[in-house]
């Protein structure tokens, strides 16, 4: 009796481990600028610029209180060595953001996206209004590398680097989409669009499979690479489309967000799509998407409202903080091995 009286709460407290959801693989981080009501000369003040969402589910602000950072990249080698997209250029930190420097000129401003090349991430991408830079020395330098794009229409939007092989980037231009398989030595035009393609991301289940979203052609698909791309069917494309975001727990699911339409979601690989903005603030103007790589946890940010959570693929709401924040992007960093 005395054996069974030990026993019986050691195995629940077993149990309950077992049964304890796993330690999340990933940081989230997200770029917004929380200054809904404030006015120039107003005694309110606001944070602006880069928040991590911490154990507890709220998010902190971290780094310098600045409305115009936008994206965010992190070296897979160290955490600490972080580089943002802001509208004076790019902010490097090699403190894990407590401490920045302005790493480009006088002539490389309103960046809207940087990324760091996964095999050698010594190579920084930085999408630019007219154009864009690759720094090959962890953002001492930024020397442009617009060889084969064009001289109008090279407006970036985005550029992501193929997780697959290093140099192999594609850039979402206001012309189209422009790939290059040289670390940027050259591009050449792989999808042509009158409308601004305004986000490029590639599966993380099959590398060849790459998603961008556009002002007003649609979504498009690309099952070769990025070599070449095809619009979805069922989906309307009158309006922006301005991200997606891929489901790293399911393979068939993935969201897209924009103004007009709010949150669009498959769960079949793009054979039909379902708006989900049911539970949403009326309008459901949505400026972003993210999925938690983690959990498929789904992210929406209604713009100037809050950041909105689902965690049945968007079928019920809640809000999740960040109230009264423009949020630019959301960013999941793998945690540093220990």
Known sequence: MIRSKILLPLLGLLTGSAAAAPAPK????????????????SKMVTLSGLFQRGPDNSFAHF??????????????????VMYAASINGVLCSTDGGQN????????????????????????????????????????????RRENGLPERGKY????????????????ACESGLYL???????????FASAATVTDVRQSPHDPRLWLATTQSDGVLASHDGGLTWKKFAGLPAAEAHYNVAF????????????????????????ETWT??????????????????????????AVFKDAVFASDDFGR???????????????HFVPKPAK
Request: hydrophobic fraction near 40%; glycine fraction near 12%; proline fraction near 6%.
């Open 180 to 190: 290059t398989e040289d670390t940027a030595g050259s591009w050449r035009r792989v």
């Open 100 to 143: 920045w420097r302005i790493g480009t000129s006088w002539d490389m401003t309103e960046p809207k996206d940087v990324f760091v090349d996964p095999h050698a991430p010594d190579h920084i991408y930085l999408a630019l209004p007219d154009g864009i830079a690759v720094s090959p020395d962890r953002g001492r330098t930024w020397p």
């Open 247 to 270: 489901d790293a727990t399911n393979p068939r699911r993935f969201a897209i967000g924009g103004w007009t339409y709010g949150v669009l979601v498959t769960e079949d690989g793009g």
């Open 156 to 171: 970036m939007q985005a550029v992501r680097v193929d997780r697959t092989r290093a140099g192999r980037a594609l850039a």
């Open 316 to 330: 019920t709401w809640r809000k999740d903080g960040l109230e009264g924040a423009l949020v630019y992007n959301f």
């Open 26 to 41: 990933h940081d989230m981080f997200v770029a917004a600028a929380i200054n809904n009501g404030f006015v120039v000369g």
């Open 275 to 300: 708006d989900r903005n049911a539970g949403l603030p009326e309008g459901h103007c949505v400026f972003r998407v993210g999925l938690d790589p983690d959990n498929g946890r789904l992210f929406a």
């Open 63 to 80: 780094g310098l209180n600045f409305p115009f950072i936008v994206s965010l990249a992190v070296d897979p080698r160290d955490a600490r």
